[in-house]
């Protein structure tokens, strides 16, 4: 009784706030003008949720981070602004040897770090070695985790001569390149780290657009721009990430031009940053993708009829549109912005009478019983688990499938399905390498689908698939990969493995002062382009 | 009185064992393991291995526990999880932020359900007491986060009067000697660098008193009336004494017992409400760095705060116990 009657006080709370903000926020139409040529100068305050944990760009552990150690930094190759096609950045080319398991790097010459020193081979092989060798003199002042999943075939680092270095994998690995567009993958100045290795991840030193001058913990990070940078030297004179935890009062920080650009939009908020004239809404294709996986090792799910019942039976447009505000209708089982995304599939509708005819060819005409597991609190990649696995039960019924839901806790959840003990799982994923290498082999190769260790959910087994990843693995050349991510993701379809729910959009609002920010693919923005409208 | 005093702060360090042992278990039996997070959901099961050694979580918990309590006796609150700072650092750079609004808003929110519990009592039945009973339902039942977005809403966005949210002035950061900014900009002699940051504290402060204010207020004005049936005041009435000073001298001072008992406690729900005001404003504090480590299960930074808050807790309780005696002189320690 207490909780329902506090549960609709704080709604009754949230309605006023919501239409008091939209009061506010909307006001009258500004005026158009011809674009200008960019002007320099100018501070950019960017709000934004949550504090940065590190801003050692090898050591960062979530998006907050990277988003902004992603300027200090700069990586050997980078991706071509709005897209994902991988483009020479600190390294000048690259050659693929010993049967794709040793890259060789050639360096930019002349780039250095914002102390001074040069980038060279031996600040690469400091760089990697850091982060990969545990006997690593300055090893032990960081936790890498996230830098050793991305550069799990990595064995060795080695400089060849001064602007020339090799990197040895365990087996042909051809999403490396891409890898190495991480900002994992920032070269750091050894000096700067050897200087304070401890407190390098407050006042990283790279040789990226802007520098750090001041962090003030859970308020902002304020970065000013290199003036010596080696490409586009940044437009603004400073950067400031501020943190207003709070989504409203972010939202009232922008309209009163407190802050310039916001991300972490809630869905509420959206729609009254849609209605202010002095305001822009982006959104644009991100990585990040929801599905709900059957366990193929559990019956009926064995059965591609089952399988492909469930996709007719699912309403998955009106379920995007309910709970995955911000996102699009998934097309395909990896997101649309990745390369090697195929245009032509087109998957199957919302058709209950379909879905209830294949359940009866699979001899299931009365239905069955299975359950869903899937987290018990919202993530970025799925907002609104528990409800959208109701309506998803809903829709299931019609058809006779009963389902039971399992609300777990991520860790847990990832101990059942990892183990195979779910009928269902309703996941997502934001990739750990945007290359279709992360969803074509992670989540459907045989090898990835041992009992206890799986990331392949599905437990999808098939050797002519399989075969297919190893080439792709040992192609170098990307339209070679990308036809053969092609042909499997037509092997997919056809065996109607999962059913691919969203794809989460990358939404920023800006006040219309700002120029060019775009957010890319991958989240983050290439801050020295941006400038503002005097 | 000193007996008691003593043998109260004798029983501290015992308190302070026990909310640390019951943290670190509490802790660990919380659903989580903090080296599956921290290593990520990529990570292989050798990773979650080697990050768990990286953090002795594959001990035995009784020598984690023994080994954390010989860090914190030789003062060493040991290394977030999370970037490998030390947690006192971590919590140095945020403590000044919420005493310096922790405080203000205690003695703001005291002082206003005083006046507020005297003028009700006084004038019971009026519309004042109406008045006060009315808004000291509101500071209790209206919650912390959408009082915190009408105050900004009215004050920061229509009549732009006070900043919205954040803590610091326009000029950035004040190394001063105490650390908090109004202070320090006034030692520094820059009245107006003070005076900024004065109005940055002006609605965190206001929204964070609003909770101890109503209960003060309550807690005064029902003690109060208690009170004024006794028979000692209606002989001070009879001896011809003026109603005001019967009230300050002899009525309010027996009433506040139970006030400052309320003050005591009211302790608690200060620190869950600035972990609130703290994230309306932007309020770069403890209390969000509390959410923060908790979600992150960061332990040692969780069993450092938690013990922090039982310290203040506690001392709070022996401050209060001890303040009977000298409100009412009746009371002994013996």
Not at chain 2, 139 to 165: D, E, H, N, Q, R
């Amino acid at each position: 009784m207490g909780r329902a009657t506090s549960g609709k006080v704080r709604a009754l709370a949230i309605a006023v706030v919501l239409g008091l903000l939209a009061w506010v926020v909307v006001a009258a139409p500004g005026q158009a003008a011809p674009t200008p040529a960019p002007q320099p100068g100018g501070t950019l305050i960017f709000g934004r949720a949550s504090d940065a944990v590190t801003l050692d760009p090898n050591d960062s552990p979530d998006t907050e981070s990277t988003l902004v150690s992603g300027l200090i930094g700069d990586s050997l190759v980078r991706f071509k602004p709005g897209t994902l096609e991988v483009q020479p950045w600190l390294a000048r080319s690259w050659q693929v040897l010993d049967n794709g398991t040793r890259w060789r790097i050639k360096l930019r010459d002349g780039v250095r770090f914002t102390d001074g020193t040069p980038v060279n081979a031996q600040a690469v092989e400091f760089t990697f070695k850091r982060m990969i060798d545990p006997n690593h003199p300055y090893n032990k002042y960081g936790k890498w985790n996230l830098a050793l999943a991305i550069y799990e075939q990595l064995r060795d680092v080695k400089a060849v001569d001064n602007m020339t270095v090799d990197f040895v994998l365990a087996e042909p690995f051809a999403p490396f390149l891409t890898a190495l567009a991480s900002p994992r993958g920032s070269i750091v100045s050894p000096t700067a780290v050897q200087k304070d290795p401890q407190n390098f991840f407050k006042a990283p030193v790279g040789s990226g657009p802007f520098k750090v001058v001041e962090w003030r913990k859970d308020d902002r990070i304020v970065l000013e721009r290199n003036d010596q940078y080696w490409e586009q030297v940044p437009y603004l004179e400073r950067v400031i990430f501020r943190v207003i935890p709070e989504n409203s009062a972010r939202v009232l920080a922008l309209v009163r031009g407190d802050i310039q650009a916001m991300i972490a939009i809630d869905p509420t908020s959206y729609e009254v940053l849609k209605r202010n004239a002095f305001l822009i809404v982006q959104q644009s294709p991100g990585l990040q993708h929801s599905y709900l996986a059957p366990n193929l090792l559990k019956k009926p799910f064995d059965d591609v009829r089952v399988r492909r019942a469930l996709y007719h039976a699912i309403n998955r447009k009106a379920l995007v549109d309910n709970f995955w505000i911000g996102a699009s209708l998934a097309r395909g089982v990896m997101p649309t912005a990745m390369l090697g995304f195929h245009e032509g599939l087109k998957w199957p509708e919302y058709d209950p009478e379909k879905a209830k005819a294949l359940l009866r060819e699979a001899g299931l005409a009365s239905g069955f019983k299975t359950s869903i597991s899937t987290f018990d609190r919202g993530r970025s990649h799925t907002p609104e688990p528990a409800k959208a696995a109701q309506t998803i039960q809903a829709d299931l019924a019609k058809v006779g499938i009963q389902v039971d839901i399992n609300l777990l806790e991520i860790n847990a959840l990832l101990g059942d399905v990892r183990a195979a003990r779910h009928d269902m799982y309703m996941a997502g994923f934001n990739p750990l390498i945007p290359d279709a290498w992360t969803i074509m082999f992670t989540q459907f190769d045989s090898r990835r689908a041992i009992i206890g260790r799986a990331n392949n959910f599905s437990f999808y087994r098939n050797p002519e698939y399989d075969a297919l990843n190893d080439q792709a693995n040992q192609a170098a050349n990307p339209r070679i990969r990308a036809s053969i991510y092609k042909k499997m993701q037509e092997i997919i379809y056809r065996d109607a493995v999962r059913v691919d729910i969203a794809d989460v959009d990358n939404v920023v609002a800006f006040r219309n002062v700002v120029q060019n920010l775009k957010n890319d693919p991958v989240g983050s923005f290439y801050m020295q382009y941006v400038w503002m409208k005097k | 009185m000193l007996r008691y005093a003593l043998r109260q702060l004798a029983y501290l360090p015992m308190v302070l064992l026990g909310a640390s042992l019951l943290i670190f278990l509490l802790l660990r039996a919380l659903p989580g393991d903090p080296a599956a997070l921290l290593a990520g959901e990529w990570a292989t099961e050798e990773q979650v291995v080697r990050v768990r050694q990286q953090l002795h979580l594959d001990e035995p918990l009784y020598v984690q526990y023994v080994a954390w309590l010989g860090d914190l006796l030789r003062g060493n609150l040991g290394r977030s999880f999370r970037n490998g700072e030390l947690v006192s650092t971590e919590v140095a750079a945020r403590l000044p932020a919420t005493v310096e609004l922790a405080v203000p808003a205690l003695v703001l929110g005291v002082a206003a359900g005083l006046v507020l519990g005297l003028l009700a009592a006084t004038f019971r039945g009026t519309w004042w007491d109406n008045g006060v009973m009315v808004l000291s339902l509101a500071g209790i039942a209206v919650p912390v986060f959408w009082m915190g977005l009408m105050l900004i809403m009215l004050f920061s966005v229509k009549l732009t009067w006070l900043p919205l949210g954040g803590r610091f002035p326009a000029e950035g950061a004040l190394t001063g000697p105490t650390g908090f900014l109004v202070l320090d900009g006034i030692l520094a002699g820059r009245p107006a660098y003070a005076w900024d940051a004065a109005r940055h504290l002006v609605l965190p402060v206001i929204t964070l008193a609003l909770f101890p204010m109503a209960t003060v207020a309550r807690v005064t004005r029902s003690s109060l009336l208690e009170v004024l049936q006794q028979d000692y005041i209606r002989t001070a009435r009879a001896k011809g004494l003026a109603r005001v000073p019967v009230l300050m001298r002899h009525a309010l001072r027996n009433a506040l017992i139970p006030v400052v008992t309320i003050v005591g406690i009211s302790i608690g729900p200060l620190v869950g409400g600035a972990v609130l005001t703290e994230t309306v404003y932007g309020w770069p504090g403890l209390g969000r760095y509390v959410v923060a480590v908790v979600i992150g299960r960061d332990f040692p930074a969780v069993q450092a705060l938690v013990l922090f808050a039982a310290l203040l807790f506690a001392t709070a309780n022996v401050l209060v116990d001890l303040s009977y005696a000298l409100i009412d002189p009746r009371i002994r320690f013996e």
